[in-house]
Every structure is written in structure tokens, then in C-alpha cells.
């Protein structure tokens, strides 16, 4: 790995990497420019993201052709309601000496696709907890480390809800963004209808080591934040919990859970990366507001009255963006 000679150069080159892997991207995934920022953000924040949007929005494609540019280890879990834990942390098995052997379970990756994740149950989803938070398994007593960089990316379709388990509140926090995957454009849907169309071949080049990720994310927590961005992020997160002595009516009125510290952290990591992303040392109050609904959206619940009144989350965060500004 390259050294170098001052955390500027450093943020700089990083600027350059970036926009190398974006180019590497491309070449098979067509538009999503601002789900690839959100995505990378996370990722060069260490944090872990869901996917929601319908199918054939190439969610899955888009992670695996990451791991790829990143050169990473992949694996890609399909959740379904018969899914155990043990498939997807591993087992014990009695080996050829009649001795008890650990075998890994594709957890054991730097890059998992949660793929469908609110499709198998509680139990086997919360499989994944211990190791999003602390990078470690547990199994039979015993404590395995997971190799870093390690992500967790899932996908969710917001359609079909028939068959499928609400993820619990705990699971949600500990994704840093939740990334609304859209439609594409008609020039986008073009594009890709002609590219996966033909027999064109595409070969995709390695952008970055993990030894390389690993240092990123460690010079993203060393941009220094200035302490107006840091407590309009506290305020952002504090507006959205209701029944408090500063929670602002619309909170009142149609939140029945506010986000909790987590989002105050992320909001802020998320505004470092960002704005090294974009070339600048520093984050201001555009980068929080850039990385806010990604990282609140999962985290408010509404009430009755907002889902009858067609009150969307989106909007009220809008909304308490502009009441933590003032």
C-alpha cells in the first residue's frame, strides 16, 4: 500500500480512488449515481446498509460488482422462512477422528448480501446482530472473529409484504443507511436494455486492497468536524422524538418513535465521508443534510394519523431539517 506523507495527500488520493471505482462501476451498472455515493459512504464509514426497493433494480448486481472492484470476499445469502442460524453462521460436524470441527458459514466473508432479508424469521435474523455490532460469531461456546473490512448489504422489497417479517427495531438500528433503490431514468433504461442485451463481456479491475478500505476508514473518523455541524446533527436526531420539552409539533403529531443516539453518530461519520467524497477536509451542515434521510428514514416510526393522512417519512424529515436549522 502506498504511503503517504499527510493526511491531505491522503484525502486527496482517496478523492482519486473514488472516482476510479465509480468509472469500474459503471461499466456495468447504468445510472444509480447517488444509491453508488450512499453505498460507498457506508462503506468507507464501516457501517452496514438495506437495500429496499423493487425487483430487477440490479440491487444484487450492484453488490456483487462492488466486491469485485473492491476485492473483496463475497457471499451472497438468500433468506428464505425455512433459513437456520447455522446456515448462515456455521455448525459443528464430527470430523473422520471423531473430534467436533467448526465449519464456517457464509457469514465468514467481508461482504454479505442479505438478500431478501425480511423474508425468513426473527430468530434466524437475528443471527446476523451479533456480528453486524461486534464483528464477531458466537457458536457452541466459542467466540470466532470475523476478517475486516466486514459489511453487511441487504435487500428488501417494499411490495410484496406477504410471507415476510418486519425487521425488529434493534436490527434496523444497526444499519447505518436505509437507500431507497428507484426506477431509472428512460435514457438509463436504454442503456441498460442494449448492454445486458448483446454479448459484450465486461472485465472489471481491482481499485482497492481491503489493507487499503481499512486505512480509508480510519482517516474518514480523523476529519475534524466543527462543533455547529456536530450539534445541528444532535438536533436533527433529538427532533425526531416525540413527547420531549423541544420535540417540535410535527414530531408530536405524527411520530410514534424518534431515532436514538446511533443516529446522531452516523450522521456525523456519514458527513466526514461525504465531504471526503467530494473533495473538501471538512463536513458542514450540507453534508448532514445530504446523509439525512438515508440515515433516518428506518429510524422514524410513524403514527397511525401520519399513514392516513399520507404523511411520508421523507417529508418530515425535510421538515425537521429545516426546524434544526433555524
Same mark, same amino acid.
Given at each position: @500500500?502506498?504511503? %503517504?506523507?499527510?493526511?491531505? &495527500?491522503?484525502?486527496?488520493?482517496?478523492?482519486?480512488?473514488?472516482?476510479?471505482?465509480?468509472?469500474?462501476?459503471?461499466?456495468?451498472?447504468?445510472?444509480?449515481?447517488?444509491?453508488?455515493?450512499?453505498?460507498?459512504?457506508?462503506?468507507?464509514?464501516?457501517?452496514?446498509?438495506?437495500?429496499?426497493? +423493487?425487483?430487477?433494480?440490479?440491487?444484487?448486481?450492484? #453488490?456483487? =460488482? @462492488?466486491?469485485?472492484?473492491?476485492?473483496?470476499?463475497?457471499?451472497? /445469502?438468500?433468506? !428464505?422462512?425455512?433459513?437456520?442460524?447455522?446456515?448462515?453462521?456455521?455448525? *459443528?460436524?464430527?470430523?473422520?477422528?471423531?473430534?467436533?470441527?467448526?465449519?464456517?458459514?457464509?457469514?465468514?466473508?467481508?461482504?454479505?448480501?442479505?438478500?431478501? /432479508?425480511?423474508?425468513?424469521?426473527?430468530? =434466524?435474523?437475528?443471527?446476523?446482530?451479533?456480528?453486524?455490532?461486534?464483528?464477531? +460469531?458466537?457458536?457452541?461456546?466459542?467466540?470466532?472473529?470475523?476478517?475486516?473490512?466486514?459489511?453487511?448489504?441487504? !435487500?428488501? $422489497?417494499?411490495? *410484496?409484504? *406477504?410471507?415476510?417479517?418486519?425487521?425488529?427495531?434493534?436490527?434496523?438500528?444497526?444499519?447505518?443507511?436505509?437507500?431507497?433503490?428507484?426506477?431509472?431514468?428512460?435514457?438509463?433504461?436504454?442503456?441498460?436494455?442494449?448492454?445486458?442485451?448483446?454479448?459484450?463481456?465486461?472485465?472489471?479491475?481491482?481499485?482497492?486492497?481491503?489493507?487499503?478500505?481499512? %486505512?480509508?476508514?480510519?482517516? +474518514?473518523?480523523?476529519?475534524? #468536524?466543527?462543533?455547529?455541524?456536530?450539534?445541528?446533527? #444532535?438536533?436533527?436526531?433529538?427532533? =425526531?422524538?416525540?413527547?420531549?420539552?423541544?420535540?417540535?409539533?410535527? !414530531? $408530536?403529531?405524527?411520530?410514534?418513535?424518534?431515532?436514538?443516539?446511533?443516529?446522531?453518530?452516523?450522521? #456525523?461519520?456519514?458527513?466526514?465521508?461525504?465531504?471526503?467524497?467530494?473533495?473538501? %477536509?471538512?463536513?458542514? $451542515?450540507?453534508?448532514?443534510?445530504?446523509?439525512?434521510?438515508?440515515?433516518?428514514?428506518?429510524?422514524?416510526?410513524? $403514527?397511525?394519523?401520519?399513514?392516513? &393522512?399520507? /404523511?411520508?417519512?421523507?417529508?418530515?424529515?425535510?421538515?425537521?431539517?429545516?426546524?434544526?436549522?433555524?
Amino acid at each position: @500500500m502506498k504511503e %503517504y506523507k499527510d493526511d491531505v &495527500e491522503a484525502a486527496d488520493d482517496f478523492g482519486v480512488k473514488v472516482k476510479l471505482l465509480k468509472k469500474e462501476l459503471s461499466k456495468v451498472i447504468v445510472g444509480q449515481d447517488e444509491v453508488i455515493d450512499a453505498l460507498l459512504t457506508s462503506i468507507f464509514s464501516n457501517g452496514h446498509c438495506l437495500l429496499v426497493g +423493487v425487483p430487477g433494480l440490479a440491487k444484487t448486481l450492484l #453488490v456483487n =460488482t @462492488m466486491s469485485e472492484v473492491l476485492g473483496l470476499s463475497f457471499s451472497r /445469502i438468500q433468506f !428464505t422462512p425455512d433459513l437456520m442460524p447455522s446456515d448462515i453462521i456455521g455448525s *459443528e460436524i464430527l470430523d473422520d477422528s471423531r473430534h467436533f470441527k467448526f465449519v464456517k458459514g457464509p457469514i465468514f466473508a467481508n461482504i454479505i448480501l442479505a438478500d431478501e /432479508i425480511n423474508r425468513t424469521p426473527p430468530k =434466524t435474523q437475528s443471527a446476523l446482530l451479533e456480528a453486524m455490532q461486534e464483528r464477531i +460469531v458466537t457458536a457452541a461456546g466459542n467466540r470466532y472473529t470475523l476478517d475486516a473490512p466486514f459489511f453487511v448489504l441487504a !435487500t428488501q $422489497n417494499p411490495i *410484496e409484504q *406477504e410471507g415476510t417479517y418486519p425487521l425488529p427495531e434493534a436490527q434496523l438500528d444497526r444499519f447505518m443507511f436505509n437507500i431507497w433503490v428507484d426506477y431509472p431514468s428512460f435514457e438509463e433504461e436504454v442503456a441498460i436494455v442494449k448492454q445486458t442485451t448483446s454479448t459484450t463481456q465486461v472485465k472489471l479491475e481491482h481499485i482497492m486492497s481491503a489493507e487499503e478500505i481499512l %486505512y480509508f476508514q480510519q482517516l +474518514v473518523r480523523k476529519v475534524p #468536524v466543527p462543533d455547529g455541524v456536530v450539534d445541528f446533527a #444532535v438536533k436533527l436526531a433529538n427532533a =425526531t422524538r416525540p413527547g420531549k420539552d423541544y420535540s417540535p409539533d410535527i !414530531t $408530536n403529531e405524527f411520530v410514534n418513535w424518534g431515532a436514538g443516539p446511533r443516529a446522531s453518530q452516523y450522521l #456525523v461519520l456519514g458527513a466526514k465521508c461525504h465531504a471526503l467524497l467530494r473533495g473538501k %477536509y471538512a463536513p458542514d $451542515n450540507e453534508d448532514v443534510r445530504a446523509v439525512a434521510k438515508n440515515v433516518l428514514r428506518h429510524r422514524i416510526v410513524r $403514527n397511525y394519523k401520519a399513514e392516513a &393522512e399520507g /404523511i411520508s417519512t421523507e417529508s418530515i424529515i425535510e421538515s425537521l431539517m429545516k426546524i434544526a436549522s433555524s
